[in-house]
């Protein structure tokens, strides 16, 4: 009787000791995963692209189709204005709870992001250049270049925005800084951004 109890207690002590060590894997390999995520987040979130280039429009009320009326106008009513400004432009990928994971199984890292996007656009208006041209009857006013101005952020912001190249240099960006951060392990890492084919880092 006395041994029975005795082998009981010690299959009882292993059991517990087995589970402990379960208990205590998982909880390790959750809280490494979620460290993990933190800092991957962080990594993505920081690792934007910052482009920088010139946005210049032009507006005029001639036709330019070399008729005698345009030409005319060109003496008397002609209003042609240029304008060229720098601007500065970040992309990079705008993380939330929904759209970012990161998913570990065995040795292979799957980190899901979202698409690549235009996250700011800045025109340097201290820097900006205009010339201008006007027959003989017409005069130069602030509202002219105001409005010059409004209509040259929407449609460069618009170009730079749709920019492929930028999204796909972006994109490069942040996996060369995910590849650097994961090369001391030794697991397989891809990258996913929104709806695309997920994409393996080169770690060596």
Partial sequence: MKKLITWIV??????LVFWLGQWSGSRKVHDQTLSYSLIVREIAELASLEVQGNASLKRTNLANDGSWTDNLRKIFNENTIWVTVPYTAKFGV?????????????????VSLPATQLLSYELRLDQMETSSRKGMFMSSDDETYIGVQKKLYTATRQQVEQNNVYREQSKDKIRKLLAKYYAPFNVTVKVQFG??????????
Avoid: G, Q, S, Y
Avoid at 195 to 204: I, Q, T
């Fill in 10 to 15: 010690v299959v009882l002590t292993i059991v």
């Fill in 94 to 110: 705008n993380v939330d709870d929904k759209n970012f994971h990161v998913l570990v199984h065995d040795k292979e890292v799957l």
């Fill in 195 to 204: 709806d695309e084919a997920p994409k393996a880092l080169p770690l060596n």
